[in-house]
């Protein structure tokens, strides 16, 4: 039945968004080296509206524990500064009057052990959303038996849908692994 591939097509859909959406996230939970895109969530007053700072700056990395900022306006560099010490980053800008530097600490053993308790709790919002979807296309889909679609057909996708929910599961316990080994290495 159409229908019923159309609900099978938008539940991988949704849960492959769920699966990205849960990398993206485990991204920007930093594991004791510098990466550009651990500013990717700060926002700058630029002319009055918020704005990604990636927007109104460069940012590089000269070496493994060092963010430079570069802003392309100089007089961005209080606004910038501004912007990250208000973050929920805990690092400490530096400027010289160009660019802003960031120096990334080296983590400490508990420091690693909350972000890997940090990191499972993204992954378990990440398979909450799987689970969201499965309930929502399994409810979608008793509509549709109801509306008389033939109760073999509509066994045969909640089936579907479990094993979608099942290997997408398996993907989000692969990033995280991932990101346990990443956090843990010294």
Do not use: W
């Not at 973050?87 to 053993?109: F, H, M, R």
């Not at 959303?129 to 679609?149: I, M, Y």
């Amino acid at each position: 039945m159409e229908e019923i591939e159309l609900y099978l097509d938008e539940a991988q859909e949704l849960m492959q968004k769920a699966v990205d959406h849960t990398a993206a996230e485990l991204v920007k939970i930093r594991a004791g080296k510098a990466m550009p895109n651990m500013l990717d969530g700060i926002m700058v007053q630029y002319y009055g509206a918020p704005t990604p700072l990636n927007q109104v700056s460069s940012v590089n990395t000269p070496d493994a524990r060092t963010l430079a900022i570069k802003p392309f306006e100089r007089t961005m560099i209080a606004e910038i500064e501004k912007a990250i010490i208000n973050s929920d980053l805990g690092l400490a800008p530096q400027n010289n009057g160009e660019i802003i530097i960031l120096t990334i600490p080296a983590l400490t053993e508990e420091r690693r052990i909350n972000l890997v308790k940090q990191a499972k709790h993204e992954c378990e919002e990440g398979k909450i959303s799987l689970r969201t979807v499965r309930k929502n296309t399994n409810d979608e889909l008793k509509k549709l038996q109801k509306d008389g679609a033939s109760e073999d057909d509509i066994k045969r996708a909640e089936e579907k849908v479990q094993k979608f929910t099942d290997s997408y599961s398996v993907k989000i316990d692969e990033l995280l692994a991932k990101k346990e080994i990443d956090i843990m290495k010294v």
